[in-house]
């Protein structure tokens, strides 16, 4: 549908709407990386001898890092429906403080059974960080910009692992892995109250926005909310059937994710007997792949607002690479690698376009409870996957069939989404371009 904002009006205020990138998406990216380091360093102080310095076995170790997903599964819902209603700002505060404080004290307690416990309310913390990070985006910023907002969200997925994956080898050698914890804690404790500051929920009332900007914009969302078939509430949305596909598909991708991402760090240093520092610089390959497509997937999504064609191929390719790593272990380790940094490129690739499907589906009343219901089965997803490539890596003393199953869950996820209904719309509104 047309949003009708004379010419001169639009080129008026075009500064001020760049500047919802200014503000908005690096306080949206910071967020959401810290959030992604205080869930994945785990991975590192598994590698460093985690099990070995609290004398549990192998297994137990990997029930510690699959319990932050289970957490993670519980209170998603319920928090995309505070952040809907009341203010996702506030609640990515609280979050912010609760998940750094959590995760500083994975570094100090011994017991494993209270480690436990930490790990799952670290998980509960951060539940609710994605699904109000979303919904905060799409009171911001249009269609046409959605699924390269959304990727600069998800950036700080591989970005963070990137820089992570070389500076916590390093901080682990120099101080520890339980030290580690505690310092790579404390940053989300602080940056809480910088967020609380800089961020607000939607247009009204900001500072650096007039009322002319804010109006127009305002305008353009719900003209596009016009195009979207109606639901009348949560339930409702519950009977599209796209919609219980996407679930499935999104558990399968997250066990395919979380398998990769937690235990790569331990597959790399028992295939090449590497130092930790090493181990590190080995483990950023991947991410670096994975931000450039990324950037280039969404970039192309939404110049052609498809998205569907972005998203299924490059599952099935890392699927493909999986395989690939399958049979090169216990062969080749630089061979099994150079198909895990093809992997870990595709896996990433098309998460912002994935997410700018949702609410082309269904209106902003239900869109985020829906997404989060999905990021949901993701987390149970990523229990799984945490869980089960770490157990069949301790139970066969290698790496093979976690790449299988990280493998096939890929495959059947780029299956859904290629026989997955197409969204209703086609057309974007007209308006403003984004920088």
């Known amino acids: ?26 306080c949206v990216f910071v967020t959401y990386s810290l959030a992604y380091l205080d869930r994945t360093n785990y991975g590192f102080g598994a590698a460093a001898g985690l099990a070995t310095t609290l004398h549990i076995s192998n297994s137990r170790s990997a029930l510690l890092g699959a319990l932050f997903f289970l957490g993670y599964f ?52 951060e539940s609710v960080i994605l699904p109000a990070l979303l ?13 390269r907002t959304n990727t600069l969200l998800f950036l700080g997925n591989p970005v963070t692992v990137l820089w992570m994956s070389a500076a916590t080898g390093y901080l682990i050698q120099a101080v520890g892995w339980q030290k580690t914890f505690i310092y790579e804690g404390i940053p989300s404790v602080l940056w809480a109250f910088v967020w609380l500051l800089l961020v607000h929920d939607g247009p009204e009332n900001t500072p650096w926005m007039s009322q002319a900007a804010c109006d127009s914009l ?12 109606h639901a009348a509430n949560f339930r409702s949305a519950l009977k599209n059937g796209s919609v ?37 610089l080995l483990g950023a390959a991947p991410y670096l792949l994975a931000i450039l497509l990324m950037l280039l997937v969404s970039h192309l999504s939404d110049r052609t607002l498809q998205r569907k064609r972005f998203v299924w191929p490059f599952l099935m390719l890392a ?8 049979f090169a272990t216990g062969h080749s380790f630089w061979t099994a690698y150079g198909f895990l940094i093809l992997a870990g490129g595709a896996i990433y690739a098309p998460y912002g376009t994935f997410f700018a499907m949702i609410p082309e589906m269904l209106p902003n009343s239900v869109a ?29 003393g290698s790496s093979r069939s976690g790449f299988l199953l990280m493998a096939v869950s890929s495959m059947g996820a780029g299956l859904i989404i290629l026989f997955l ?11 403003m371009e984004a920088p």
């Open 1 to 26: 549908m047309m949003v009708n904002t004379p010419v001169s009006a639009t080129q008026g205020i075009q500064p001020e709407m760049r500047k919802r990138w200014l503000y908005i998406v690096p």
């Open 74 to 125: 519980l209170f998603q819902v319920p928090g995309a429906a505070y952040a809907r209603r009341n203010s996702a700002t506030r609640l990515v505060f609280f979050a912010l403080l609760s998940w750094g404080t959590l995760a500083a004290l994975t570094g100090v307690i011994w017991n494993f059974w209270l480690l436990a416990v930490d790990r799952l309310l670290l998980g509960v913390a």
């Open 135 to 147: 919904i905060l985006l799409t009171n911001w910023f249009r269609r046409a910009e959605r699924s």
């Open 218 to 229: 305002k305008h353009q969302l719900e003209q596009e909310q016009q195009a979207i078939p």
């Open 244 to 280: 219980v596909w996407l679930c499935v598909q999104y558990f399968l991708w997250s066990v395919a994710v979380y398998g990769f991402v937690l235990w790569l760090p331990t597959i790399i240093r028992q295939g090449s007997s590497s130092s930790i520092q090493t181990t590190g």
């Open 319 to 326: 699927a493909t690479a999986l395989l690939g790593s399958y």
């Open 368 to 396: 985020g409870e829906i997404m989060a219901l999905i990021n949901s089965c993701g987390a149970l997803g990523a229990f799984f996957g945490a869980w089960l490539v770490g157990l069949l890596g301790a139970a066969t």
């Open 421 to 431: 209904r197409e969204s209703p719309l086609k057309r974007p509104a007209i308006g």
